[in-house]
């Protein structure tokens, strides 16, 4: 399997030959292409330059256009600050909607003439020339309430929920047709998945999320699927809270940031059949340890999270990330075979994962990817650890 059949095939829920590994990186790749941020988050030759560069060293599975989260509310007409070795950010007293009339008399930017969604456009298009079916290729928005609070200010928009439901309600509405016109814009010009970083929603709680920002999120995930692609959700911080109805939404992949929630937790919440995407401490982990505790900390993750799993940090690999480190996430994820993809080869029914956390521990387990008919008899049995690593096939 190439990367790209391995992400697409894992993310329907289809055999594997081994795990996928999907790290997010954008100051990484800058550094390791030798190229200004600012240069690479404004310009589409850079980026892919970059993140071909990136791909083809580690033996990645996919390439992105991640850059930063002001693209869209710069071509809305934000006041965006620039830096030129980290990401742009938004300078919150200038804020566009500051004042809430101003919605009103605001268009819809065209994602391929507004300059910064059309230089993004035009990044996912060079990467799916390039990759030529080889890598899976990622475009990128903002959900609901991250693209809400970018216009609006995060602060102000924490007050709207209270004092102005009707106001949330109507930017939720300009924003997902935003995201949904650029979403589109990017499977057209070859994007395979769209990656929904909606990183503000971990702050409001569930009852909030529910009411205000799941529906818009739903919609943008049916548009996009419609289009034919599949769908990353990104919920910076704790999204535990968040991730039963989040599951609801039929995301392909959804993402576990770390170390705040654990996989474990994680896995309870959204049951056995959802792929979920992380979650080691990018900082204390990838970048701050050694090769050797990295495998350590994703043989925890696969165990708590099974066969539907994708190795990855928790967030983006940060800047000053030993080579080494990240190079570990791929090595992992290439030794540890998915056991059904193994057992579907050989045309075997009853593949298992087998998760042992103590020697001798009696486990019942079954597959979670075949479908239910095949899924019977579900079998009991007991393992040591170490015979066969922590994870075996029967």
């Not at 909606?198 to 205000?212: F, H, Q, T, V």
């Not at 034919?228 to 911080?237: E, Q």
């Amino acid at each position: 399997m190439n990367g790209r059949e391995r992400l697409l095939a894992q993310g329907r829920g289809r055999l594997t030959d081994c795990l996928a590994c999907m790290p997010i990186t954008m100051i990484f790749a800058s550094d390791l292409a030798g190229a200004r941020y600012i240069d690479y988050a404004t310009d589409h030759r850079v980026q892919s330059g970059a993140q071909l560069q990136l791909a083809e060293q580690f033996d990645l599975d996919h390439v992105s256009v991640i850059g930063d989260p002001c693209i869209e509310a710069a071509d809305c007409g934000a006041e965006i600050a620039f830096f030129e070795d980290s990401p742009a950010a938004f300078r919150e007293e200038v804020s566009l909607l500051r004042d809430k009339a101003v919605l009103g008399s605001l268009g819809l930017p065209e994602p391929r003439r507004g300059p910064r969604m059309h230089n993004a456009v035009l990044a996912v298009q060079d990467l799916a020339d390039a990759v030529a079916g080889e890598r899976l290729v990622e475009g990128w928005v903002e959900g609901p309430c991250a693209q809400a609070a970018d216009l609006r200010g995060i602060n102000r928009l924490m007050l709207d929920f209270y004092d102005d439901p009707e106001f949330v309600r109507e930017l939720v509405e300009f924003v997902v047709e935003l995201e949904i016109s650029f979403g589109l814009a990017q499977i057209e010009a070859g994007a395979d998945v769209i990656g929904i970083g909606d990183a503000a929603a971990s702050l409001i709680g569930p009852r909030l999320y529910k009411e205000y920002i799941w529906p818009g999120e739903e919609r943008m995930v049916t548009a996009f699927h419609a289009a034919g692609a599949l769908c990353r959700l990104h919920i910076c911080g704790n999204n535990l809270p968040l991730l039963a109805k989040a599951t609801e939404l039929s995301c392909e992949i959804i993402d576990i940031d770390g170390p705040t929630v654990s996989l474990a937790d994680a896995r309870g919440a959204t049951g056995s059949t959802q792929v979920l995407c992380g979650n080691l401490d990018p900082v204390r982990s990838v970048r701050d340890g050694t090769p050797e505790q990295i495998h350590s900390q994703l043989a925890g993750c696969h165990a708590a999270a099974g066969s539907n799993y994708i190795v990855a940090a928790g967030c983006e690999i940060p800047r000053g990330t030993p080579t080494q480190n990240f190079a570990e996430l791929v090595a992992f994820a290439r030794a540890t075979g998915n056991s059904c993809g193994r057992r579907g080869r050989e045309g075997g029914k009853g593949c298992v994962v087998l998760v042992v956390t103590a020697p001798g521990a009696r486990i019942t387990f079954s597959c979670n990817r075949l479908p239910l008919e095949e899924n019977r008899p579900v079998v009991a049995a007991s393992a040591e650890y170490g015979a066969r690593g922590p994870h075996g096939r029967l």
